[in-house]
T-cell receptor, first 115, second 114 residues
Framework: GAGVSQSPSNKVTEKGKDVELRCDPI?????LYWYRQSLGQGLEFLIY????????KSGLPSDRFSAERTGGSVSTLTIQRTQQEDSAVYLC?????????????FGQGTRLTVV | AQSVTQLGSHVSVSEGALVLLRCNYS??????LFWYVQYPNQGLQLLLK??????LVKGINGFEAEFKKSETSFHLTKPSAHMRDAAEYFC????????????FGQGTRLTINP
């Protein structure tokens, strides 16, 4: 596709369940980011992947959160034992290079609701 | 640590009026600065960015922003608002080195009155 694709667009899950959120970046983009957008915290950086380098996980809020990127392309964000405070929109972005001045292209997000 | 403050969570202007959305940053050195727009039920779209070239940056849809180091500001302006400009606008900073780990402001919701 032409842009960053995220699935599902909406997810409702029960407290305590695990969820997986998927991101398909723009083809050829080496950098991939996950952000979280919530009412209380605004937009927060979660994790960053660049090529085959070890990911920068400095933004993950707890050890219930993890992410992987297979083959340098698709990424999955996993939240284990979901809590109500995990309810948010999870945004994925990709960029063609690592540089801090390059444009990041965002997907439409996955809206997660934990009930 | 870097931070961004957007003054005014909600701004309302009339169609055709000047749009001014304020952003101040806190950083030990001038960072890279960005403005993103988010239309309802859509992802973020880059409006413009400052990367230490010209201090007056022109972006898409008629928006521009001026980097003022002395004021640590990067306010977004548009001379004449259109109804289609109604959206949420986010100012963000990124460190000069390494990955683009954006630090966002809280956002400003822009409403355009007919």
């Amino acid at each position: 596709g032409a842009g960053v694709s995220q699935s599902p667009s909406n997810k409702v899950t029960e407290k305590g369940k695990d969820v997986e959120l998927r991101c398909d970046p723009i083809s050829g983009h080496t950098a991939l980011y996950w952000y979280r957008q919530s009412l209380g915290q605004g937009l927060e950086f979660l994790i960053y992947f660049q090529g085959n380098s070890a990911p920068d996980k400095s933004g993950l809020p707890s050890d219930r959160f993890s992410a992987e990127r297979t083959g340098g392309s698709v990424s999955t964000l996993t939240i284990q034992r979901t809590q109500q405070e995990d309810s948010a929109v999870y945004l994925c972005a990709s960029s063609p290079a690592q540089g801090a001045d390059t444009e990041a292209f965002f997907g439409q997000g996955t809206r997660l609701t934990v009930v | 640590a870097q931070s961004v403050t957007q003054l005014g969570s909600h701004v309302s202007v009339s169609e055709g009026a000047l749009v001014l959305l304020r952003c101040n940053y806190s950083s030990s050195v001038p960072p890279y600065l960005f403005w993103y727009v988010q239309y309802p039920n859509q992802g973020l779209q880059l409006l413009l960015k400052y990367t230490s070239a010209a201090t007056l940056v022109k972006g898409i849809n008629g928006f521009e922003a001026e980097f003022k180091k002395s004021e640590t500001s990067f306010h977004l302006t548009k001379p004449s608002a259109h109804m289609r400009d109604a959206a949420e606008y986010f100012c963000a900073v990124s460190p000069l080195q390494g990955a683009q780990k954006l630090v966002f402001g809280q956002g400003t919701r822009l409403t355009i009155n007919p």
